[in-house]
T-cell receptor, first 113, second 115 residues
Framework: KNQVEQSPQSLIILEGKNCTLQ??????????LRWYKQDTGRGPVSLTI?????NTKSNGRYTATLDADTKQSSLHITASQLSDSASYIC????????????FGRGTQLTVWP | ETGVTQTPRHLVMGMTNKKSLKCEQH?????MYWYKQSAKKPLELMFV???????ENNSVPSRFSPECPNSSHLFLHLHTLQPEDSALYLC??????????????FGPGTRLLVL
């Protein structure tokens, strides 16, 4: 069964600290993996995208890694800010059919001052 | 902003009401999508339109009726909904088959409450 599992479900950290969010997937075949950030009351916004041959991708303080062999990805946030408080969603694309995306439930990150 | 707008942003309706959600994209995309986002659950794909033709209907109850009059506009017509239909309804758009990475751009969503 094609699934995307994220952990932890929620996370609270202090401003300035680093954190790492995890994503494990069983989706096959694999085209790409994307991390989205969803602020409360907003739609998801793409942070990073990685294809099979890429194992790391950065976007400012966000760094995503991908291990296609173990089907795991992580999103590392450095020097967290209050504005990082959001839900982070891992999405895997099979690439075979338009709209065939598999979404995780997301990790709810709260950054406290 | 992402160039995808949705109206209304919030909607409260009774089970016997009929209402419509509207989505408009200003990105020149060819594909548009409706998603349902319920608390603690992954986004659920409802409908996909490519060049105004419906290409995906993910076993959605008939009380949800999509309409895509052109590549820039997408509607979701609602009638005789149930309380469990309360959720955030997200619209998205993408270039479609010409984009192998299938980058989808999401609107802000409509928060729907069915009483």
């Amino acid at each position: 069964k094609n699934q995307v599992e994220q952990s932890p479900q929620s996370l609270i950290i202090l401003e300035g600290k680093n954190c790492t969010l995890q994503c494990n997937y069983t989706v096959s075949p694999f085209s790409n993996l994307r991390w989205y950030k969803q602020d409360t009351g907003r739609g998801p916004v793409s942070l990073t995208i990685m294809t099979f041959s890429e194992n790391t991708k950065s976007n400012g303080r966000y760094t995503a890694t991908l291990d296609a062999d173990t089907k795991q990805s992580s999103l590392h946030i450095t020097a967290s800010q209050l504005s990082d408080s959001a839900s982070y969603i891992c999405v895997v694309n099979r690439g075979s059919t338009l709209g065939r995306l598999y979404f995780g439930r997301g990790t709810q990150l709260t950054v406290w001052p | 902003e992402t160039g995808v707008t949705q109206t209304p942003r919030h909607l409260v309706m009774g089970m016997t009401n009929k209402k419509s959600l509207k989505c408009e994209q200003h990105l020149g995309h060819n594909a548009m999508y409706w998603y349902k986002q319920s608390a603690k659950k992954p986004l659920e794909l409802m409908f996909v339109y490519s060049l105004e033709e419906r290409v995906e209907n993910n076993s959605v109850p008939s009380r949800f009726s999509p309409e895509c009059p052109n590549s820039s506009h997408l509607f979701l017509h609602l009638h005789t909904l149930q309380p469990e239909d309360s959720a955030l309804y997200l619209c998205a758009s993408s270039l479609g088959q010409t984009d192998p990475q299938e980058t989808q751009y999401f609107g802000p969503g409509t928060r729907l409450l069915v009483l």
